[in-house]
């Protein structure tokens, strides 16, 4: 029972050019979440997604940034053309419950992460 | 800005002896979060509270919740050297949905 998988594990991309991340959750659940952390810093919300629909991109910069999860296949975080300052993690985390709901104990799986550097 | 803020920064100890971590939280929570984070990789959760509960425990971890002080504390008994790690703790208001505040976390290091 996989958990969640992140890939790439480390992207490297000159300034200017398209980044794209990519998150499988946890078999059976259906919300993701993306978080990016800067380094010495705790994570920072980005996005909310259930199957093909976006619930809460509050935290994700208005421009540059999107996000899908798409009916079939992983959730995608792309961000084009990237700058130096988008260098850092960025972890995907997924849940099988509406967080809050009945007895939900288990708090967030979250995969290893995608370290992207932007030289 | 962060609506957990976890106290010490960072904490360095003796296999065997206890270590407290504290976080302190801005607005109302319906339930605190605690994860772990060794070096390079993912978070690990490893307890829930909600904010009915004033402690839980789970093997070696243990949970207080204050929300009259907007506090929280996290004790690991008998440390271990494997602890060793960053340890965050994270509420969610319920009204946010699946938003998840974050501290900036405490380097917990335990020398063998």
């Known amino acids: 029972n996989a958990g969640v998988m992140q890939n790439p594990r480390h992207l490297v991309r000159r300034r200017g050019q398209e980044a794209r991340l990519r998150c499988s959750p946890m078999?059976?659940?259906?919300?993701v979440y993306w978080y990016r952390q800067l380094p010495e810093e705790g994570l920072k919300f980005m996005v909310y997604?259930?199957?093909?629909?976006?619930?809460?991109e509050s935290g994700m910069p208005k421009e540059r940034f999107s996000a899908e999860f798409p009916k079939e296949g992983p959730s995608i975080l792309r961000i084009q053309q990237v700058v130096r300052g988008d260098s850092a993690a960025y972890f995907c985390?997924?849940?099988?419950?509406?967080?809050?709901?009945?007895?939900?104990?288990?708090?967030?799986?979250f995969g290893s992460g995608t370290r992207l550097t932007v030289v | 800005s962060q609506q957990g803020e976890e106290d010490p920064q960072a904490l360095s100890i003796q296999e065997g002896e206890n270590a407290t971590m504290n976080c302190s939280y801005k607005?109302?929570?319906?339930?605190l979060q605690w994860y772990r984070q060794n070096s390079g990789r993912g978070l690990v959760h490893l307890i829930l509270?909600?904010?009915?509960?004033r402690e839980k425990h789970s093997g070696r971890l243990r949970v207080t919740l204050d929300t009259s002080k907007k506090s929280s504390s996290l004790l690991i008994t008998a440390s271990r050297a494997a602890d060793t790690a960053s340890y965050f703790c994270?509420?969610?208001?319920?009204?946010?949905?699946?938003?998840?505040?974050f501290g900036r976390g405490t380097q917990l290091t335990v020398w063998p």
């Open positions: 985390a997924s849940s099988g419950a509406t967080p809050g709901q009945g007895n939900w104990d288990y708090g967030y799986t």
């Open positions: 078999k059976g659940h259906s919300h």
């Open positions: 997604l259930q199957k093909e629909n976006i619930i809460d």
């Open positions: 607005t109302s929570i319906n339930n």
């Open positions: 509270i909600r904010s009915n509960e």
């Open positions: 994270a509420g969610w208001g319920g009204s946010t949905l699946g938003r998840l505040y």
